[in-house]
């Protein structure tokens, strides 16, 4: 295990993206970072090489960006990705990432909010790059950076013994805005919030719980995520853990065989689609042993999955548990660079939304509500001073719209439910959706659910998942919800009860971390 104060002085001497990579390839030189599969051969890329080919990116960067501008970056999860990303930061630049999947409609949207004059896309977005071209005047610079030939042309031609090699010694100021990322908008407004070098570093930089040196990463979620770059990219790269890149999530299967990860960060609906193969497996060979029908499909070393971006069911935990994983639920947003809390092996966790870290923010909850501040904490939402102030207490806490409650002991957060949704009745009786939506966690007939308010009740909608009912010989779905419904209700007040149910044919619309939009939702 590493020395905490030796920890400590690293940390204390990281600023800024480019104090990260030069530490990194300092501390851990020629050690794998980065692998990923090209075709069926591992390709693997040490700290060294990152630095070197982030800062070739940057030299790049700044010889067609001579002036500070806002680029927007769009691509899937890719090691040439990282590298642009990377570059982007410690070139000076703004880094503002979009989604693959963006529409020309929405870019365009998002870039006249952002002031964003510069785009740097992968191959496949290249006809709605076109698209966007023609309905933004406001691009200077317009990159298609093709395939990894054209880095690879890059990574040499702005290489650190090129004449370009000046370029890339610049001096970052770590206050300043370095990224502007767009949250999913479950409301239909999207806010670009601004987090500076301080912000993303400061998240990063507290001890991992529970993890050693040799420890390795899959890397699922998308990278232009914070969660994904913050937890999957930085923080691994400031510890000298070797992350792979599983890229599309249909690869999922192939790279835990191939890669044999000790450790993943996922979200809920993932872990269930995981553990449902499992189970199958587990039918299919009875004679097994749990651990030994676990590692057939999460691979021989997996430890333990730490779960973000919605509420993590204890039934789950407890399969999980049953099969030797360790599933632990952690709690953040993009406001907060996104850490809150983190996930740990302890019992609190296995019901909470994870240990506080108390290192890098201070959290305190203020009428139900979780309010944090600390250094992790956003600058603002970039041109709009009024939702900024409106976010912000007095004393300079930013609220974070939760509901929340804290252990016993107060290392440990519980997120009850988010403040806009609370469905306030006749009587004054307040009541938070998510509580009772959390009741139907683990009840796997139930795909998706949504509690609100009609005539003064309470009214459930649920999307079903017909196949799985179909699996368990339910031909009557909806005395089945009813049946599960009633038993939700049991000791619950009358006005707290679910009143009636419906149930839709379609999924919700959802944001691109997909959650449901809770407000496109009419009943």
């Known amino acids: ?66 002036e500070r501008m806002h680029i927007a970056v769009i691509g899937k999860t890719t090691y040439e990705y990282i590298t642009a990303l990377t570059g982007t930061l410690v070139s000076g630049n703004v880094f503002v990432p979009l989604a693959p999947n963006t529409s020309a409609e929405e870019a365009v949207m998002l870039f006249e909010d952002g002031d964003v004059t510069a785009i740097f896309y992968e191959s496949a977005y290249e006809e709605t790059a076109k698209k966007i071209v023609e309905q933004y005047d406001k691009l200077k610079v317009v990159v298609n950076m093709g395939d990894a030939a054209w880095f690879d042309d890059i990574y040499k031609r702005f290489g650190s013994d ?64 914070i969660f994904c770059f913050s937890c999957d990219y930085f923080k691994p790269l400031l510890d000298g853990l070797t992350v792979c890149l599983n890229g599309e999530i249909a690869n999922i ?88 809390t983190t996930a740990d092996f302890s019992d609190f966790c296995k019901d909470s939304s994870g240990k506080i870290i108390k290192s890098i923010c201070d959290v305190r909850i203020v009428d139900g509500e979780i309010q944090v501040k600390g250094a992790s904490v956003m600058m603002g939402y970039y041109k709009k001073p009024e939702a900024t102030a409106e976010v912000f207490t007095e004393d300079g806490y930013l609220r974070t719209g939760d509901l929340g409650r804290f252990s016993p002991d107060g290392s440990h957060l519980y997120v009850i439910g988010r403040s806009k949704n609370l469905i306030i009745l006749s009587n004054g009786e307040n009541i938070s959706p998510e509580e009772i939506e959390k009741k139907f966690a683990d009840e796997k007939v139930i795909k998706e659910i949504i509690v609100s308010a009609e005539n003064d009740r309470i009214v459930a909608e649920i999307f079903p998942d017909t196949d799985f009912a179909a699996a368990l010989g339910i031909e009557d779905i909806e005395a089945y919800l009813k049946e599960k419904i009633k038993e939700a209700n049991k000791g619950e007040k009358v006005e707290r009860e679910i009143a009636s149910l419906k149930i839709r044919e379609t999924p919700f619309p959802k944001t691109t971390t997909g959650k449901i939009k809770r407000k496109a939702v009419t009943y």
């Open 162 to 225: 090129s004449e370009y090699a000046q370029l890339s010694e610049i001096e970052l100021d770590p206050k300043a805005c370095a990224a502007i990322i767009y949250t999913s908008g479950t409301t239909g407004v999207r806010k670009g919030v601004m987090l500076s070098s301080e912000n993303l570093i400061a998240n990063v930089t507290y001890p991992e719980i529970e993890l050693a040196d040799d420890d390795v990463y899959l890397s699922v979620l998308p990278m232009h995520h």
């Open 253 to 340: 299967g192939k790279n835990l065989a191939v890669f044999q990860p000790t450790t993943m960060r996922l979200v809920p609906m993932i872990c269930e689609t995981l553990i449902r193969k499992v189970n199958i497996l587990h039918k299919r060979f009875p004679d097994l042993r749990p651990r030994e029908v676990a590692e057939k499909v999460f691979g021989k070393n997996i430890r333990w999955i730490a779960v973000g971006g919605a509420y993590l069911g204890p039934g789950l935990v407890a399969e999980y548990e049953k099969y030797g994983i360790m599933l632990r639920q952690g709690y953040g947003m993009t406001e907060t660079s996104p850490k809150i």
């Open 1 to 66: 295990m590493k020395n905490i104060f030796e920890i400590n002085e690293v940390y204390a001497s990281i600023h800024t993206v480019r104090d990260l990579i030069d530490s990194s390839a300092e501390r851990f030189g020629d050690k794998a970072f980065i692998k990923y599969l090209s075709g069926d051969e591992i390709i693997e890329k040490s700290f060294v090489t990152l630095r070197e080919n982030s800062l070739a990116l940057c030299r790049y960067i700044r010889s067609i960006c001579p």
